[in-house]
């Protein structure tokens, strides 16, 4: 696991997301290899099942669903400077100005916090850092690590304030 932000100069700035272990894209990998292995010794048997083909089909697509989602987080980058905001994951490349943004909205997520962009006619939305705690340990971290900056940073540049608060959730807008 690692993060990497960089300053492209003295008003420009990236930022990355934390990049996960691998290891759950292996193993779902390797899961997928050894059903369909199992399938294809069924197979010479003669004893194919409808559920076990879904089972196979299944797991594939679990494993497929993990490596797009490891790909886009490798691939994710937020990169602001004086004239606005740029967003990348892979699969998108938006970049909005400041005065663009009309909204931004926190909502507390499983770790971190949710946050998102909102312009007129196009939207993006990241995590602020959270820890993924087992018995008191921090086990990982997921989300940008600079997020809580990030977030300062898209709402003074943008001239938000603050609108409305709900419990932990937090709505800005123009005044």
Same mark, same amino acid.
Request: proline share 2%; net charge positive.
């Given at each position: ?41 069924? =197979?010479?048997? /003669?004893?194919?099942? #409808? ?8 797991? !594939?697509?679990?494993?497929?669903? %993990? ?59 990241? =995590?602020?850092? /959270?820890?993924?705690? #087992? ?8 989300? !940008?690590?600079?997020?809580?900056? %990030? ?25």
């Amino acid at each position: 696991m690692h993060y990497n932000n960089v300053i492209v100069d003295s008003n420009s700035r990236i930022y990355r997301p934390v990049i996960q272990s691998r290891r759950s894209e292996i193993v779902a990998w390797g899961l997928a290899i050894a059903s369909l292995a199992g399938l294809l010794i069924l =197979n010479l048997g /003669g004893m194919i099942f #409808f559920w076990a083909s879904v089972f196979v089909v299944f797991i !594939f697509f679990a494993a497929l669903s %993990i490596s797009l989602g490891n790909w886009m987080d490798r691939n994710t980058q937020i990169t602001i400077d004086d004239t606005g905001i740029i967003y990348k994951n892979g699969l998108r490349n938006l970049q909005l100005g400041w005065m663009a943004i009309t909204s931004v909205e926190t909502n507390p997520a499983r770790w971190g916090e949710k946050v998102q962009v909102i312009a007129a006619k196009s939207h993006f939305d990241f =995590n602020t850092l /959270g820890e993924v705690v #087992f018995q008191d340990k921090i086990q990982g971290q997921v989300g !940008f690590k600079d997020g809580k900056e %990030i977030l300062e940073v898209i709402v003074m540049k943008s001239g938000l304030t603050s609108v409305a608060k709900k419990g932990n959730s937090y709505y800005y807008s123009r005044p």
